[in-house]
């Protein structure tokens, strides 16, 4: 029993030097090699600071209505080309968030190329911050959506998706205040054909991808730039993939917009031709989340919070200190289940091959 867990443990230990070796190892190309040329590309100084400043931004070439009336689907990952894009043109997409400390950055930095992009929202992070959403759609983004809470809908029955996909309509437009774009991009690009069948029958658009910025491996901007830069010169054109609640991401925005610039592609927006209505049973499940959420009030930020009641403020901290209960009590479920999952079914000491 013993020797197991002794062996368990170097072999724990063995995985995570290798871990680290490797990130070191990336850190220190970067030091050499990648922060310098991306320096090349666009030195801090020289990027842009607003639209009205920028005498060369890398704009909106080209708006593209989007007809979802008999459903669509984009993106060559995972579905046919339906001639979107040109030759050097790309459309800007980002997921997961809002999170105030990613999403503002990037907001900001698409503001300043005078660009605008597609975000597909998930319905509960739109009802933590609403304010995000309403100020991306005063931007002249579009706003989609990206289930109710990331769910893999390959997971869950017919029903549970299709509520998964209605109340992120729900809670990103009760967010918005206004109908918002009939888009959709499954977590995960995970789509279950009976989920796309629902989709096209709610007259809804699948978005999939072109290129994956792969920003969730934690690379440094640098390396995402060029790694990006180089898929893009292979395909000529594509719907790019960023997460806008990874930090590295609002730190590499405004470098890689350069960068498009530099290397003459062309931004198209999308815009749908329709709003989208999600039933009323999930609309009015959104208002109540974000009653709760923000004490009856959609804002949570300025004037809201400053003519808000001393009760609305006392329920509010009650609510944060149950949420903290819940989530250590999770955390000690999880790590007994883990615990239980990495019980030995043998007993007996660790059998060696050599
Ligand atoms: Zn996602």
Known sequence: ???????????????????????????????????????????????PKSCADNPDPLAVARV???????????????????????????????DDGPMPSRTLPILKALEAECTT????????????????????LALGHTVGTHTWSHANLRRLSKAGAARQIERGFAAVAAAARQPIAPFFRFPYLAA??????????????IFSIDIDSRDW???????M????MARLKERGKAILLFHD???????????????????GYRVV?????????????????????????????????GEARASEGESAARARRASVTKARRHRKHRRARHSRQRAELERPVWNGPEISSN
């Open 269 to 301: 927006h999308l815009v749908p031709k329709t709003t989208y209505r999600p039933p009323e049973a999930d609309r009015a499940f959104a208002a109540r989340f974000m009653a709760r959420r923000h004490g009856g009030r959609a804002s949570p930020a």
């Open 217 to 223: 491996r934690g690379y440094s901007p640098a390396h």
């Open 117 to 136: 992009a597609v975000f597909f929202s998930v319905g509960r992070m739109a009802a933590e911050y609403p304010h995000i959403i309403r100020q991306a």
């Open 1 to 47: 029993m013993r020797i197991a867990r002794k062996a368990r443990s170097r072999r724990r230990h063995a995985r995570r030097t290798r871990h680290r070796r490797r990130a070191r190892s990336i850190r220190r190309t970067d030091k050499r090699g990648s922060v310098r040329k991306a320096a090349a590309l666009a030195s801090p100084a020289n990027l």
């Open 64 to 94: 593209v209505t989007i007809d979802t009336s008999h459903g669509a689907t984009f993106g060559g990952v995972q579905y046919k080309d339906t001639g979107l894009l040109k030759d050097k043109e790309v459309v800007l997409t980002f």
């Open 245 to 263: 609640i990874k930090p590295n991401t609002a730190r590499m925005v405004p470098y890689l917009l350069r960068a498009l610039k530099t290397g």
């Open 192 to 205: 279950p054909k009976v989920m796309e069948t629902y989709l096209r029958g709610r007259k809804i658009g």
């Open 225 to 228: 730039v060029r790694w990006i």
